[in-house]
């Protein structure tokens, strides 16, 4: 009942999530282009089936995702379970269950992400046939569990976010000087859909989990970034695909239309 | 789509189970061999799992069937005979609405104005957590609308896209010394978030409609790129919009 009443609850309030978009549609198919809509009655359909997707995603997320990276996190920093006796100086290595927790999962939602599968073949194409579809997919994938367990590391250690997020940046400048140049634009995109909309929750209370369960570290100020890092590995570990596979194919600039 | 022959309309339903599936294989796989503990609350978390397959599916099979089809025709009609100003005004329009439905978006800035109320940073109260929750969605959308048009911008006048991204990222640096720590985070993590189900679908078939109607621009090179802008601006204007709240 009271699942029942939260649905309701969800609904009435995801009705002005999608108000702005609905009035843009509308509203420039009407004003700008005076065109009728198409398809009418098959587009309130549409309307109506996301609003009530939403209500139930946003509900599933409450009862299940979000208290489940909450719980792994507690499960796995639990000084019992790892077989700590003083609690007090815990080193970092103590951890290791979290970083392979952080790493599996990030490798796993990402290999089977179908946004990447696009990208894979998108860059396949651009680059002629020299970044392979797997290969691309499988670095991007190890790209975001590496991204995972270093942001999983920093939780635990409780250094400063912006000091990995900025070498991350210089990185990947440094990065874009050599890489091939119209790789550039979709390694980009890359880190930016490479996080689903449900990976991104489970991620989130992961990070929040721990810096919850974690002696010493406080969840607003150390529990985001998880996210950040799965987001800026990918363009990383595209763009150094891309170098290498350029420098696999003897060195040959790979065409570029711009140039 | 080649990879299964279903039904048209069981295509999203299997597609939510195919994302939350390697989640399912790798919680339980840490639960039965590592931990050894049953998971607190299971039927909760099967009820909630089951919540997610259905809302993702039916969130798509919607976004097909209306959305989608009639955002990615407009961006096509806008990106071939509309004027400038007209253009612009319609892909802010478009990263402001997507982003404010984007579902990903609506669970984090709830979650960080729970966080943000336990710390005490703002009042504890149910309307309080939903103003802090709803600020922050609209100054990520503000500033995704404002990617936008900076990305058309771009592909427009052919300026190289990874200038302006430097330039993203120096003025990231520079505002990340002066936001206060407990927004740096949530600002960093928002980039990551804007760009999901709805964004990008409408913000990539604007941007290849766009490049595709100009003379000398290729579809390929020159439409991809919004999403990238749409991942830096939140950024800064999160942190700017922490500066300002707390």
Known sequence: MNTLLGLLHTGMRTIWDLLPIALIIFGFQFLYLQRPVPNLKKVLLGFFYVLVGLAFFLEGLELALFPLGKTMAAQLTDPEFLGIVHTENIHWLDYYWVYAFAFAIGYATTVAEPALLAVAIKANEVSGGAIGIWGLRNAVALGVALGLVLGTWRIVTGYPLHWFIISGYLIVLIQTVFAPRMIVALAYDSGGVTTSTVTVPLVAALGLGLAHNIPGRSALIDGFGLIAFASLFPIMTVLAHAQIAQWRAGRQPLSSPEN | ?246
């Open chain 2, 1 to 246: 789509m080649n990879r299964l022959r279903v039904p048209i309309s069981l295509q999203p339903l299997l597609n939510s189970l195919r994302d939350l599936l390697p989640i399912v294989i790798v919680v339980s796989t840490f639960q039965l061999l590592v931990i050894r503990q049953p998971l607190p609350n299971l039927l909760d978390l099967l009820l909630g799992i089951l919540f997610v397959v259905i809302g993702l599916s039916l969130f798509v099979k919607g976004l097909e069937m209306g959305l989608f089809p009639i955002g990615q025709s407009m961006a096509h009609a806008f990106a071939r005979k509309g004027s400038l100003g007209w253009l612009l005004l319609f892909a802010f329009a478009l990263g402001f609405g997507t982003t404010i439905a984007e579902p990903a978006l609506i669970a984090i800035a709830r979650e960080a104005s729970e966080i943000a109320a336990a710390a005490q940073l703002i009042h504890s109260s149910e309307d309080a957590m939903q103003r802090y929750a709803l600020g922050l969605r609209y100054t990520v959308a503000l500033s995704v609308g404002l990617a936008i048009i900076l990305g058309v911008m771009r592909i427009i006048r052919g300026w190289p896209i990874h200038w302006l991204i430097v330039g993203g990222y120096i003025c990231i640096i520079i505002i990340t010394e002066f936001a206060p720590r407990e927004i740096i985070g949530i600002a960093y993590d928002s980039g990551g978030v804007t760009t999901s189900t709805i964004t990008v679908p409408l913000v990539t078939a604007l941007g290849v409609g766009l490049a595709s109607s100009l003379q000398g621009r290729n579809p390929m090179t020159d439409g991809f790129g919004l999403i990238a802008f749409a991942s830096l601006t939140p950024i800064m204007f999160v942190m700017l919009y922490g500066m300002v709240i707390h």
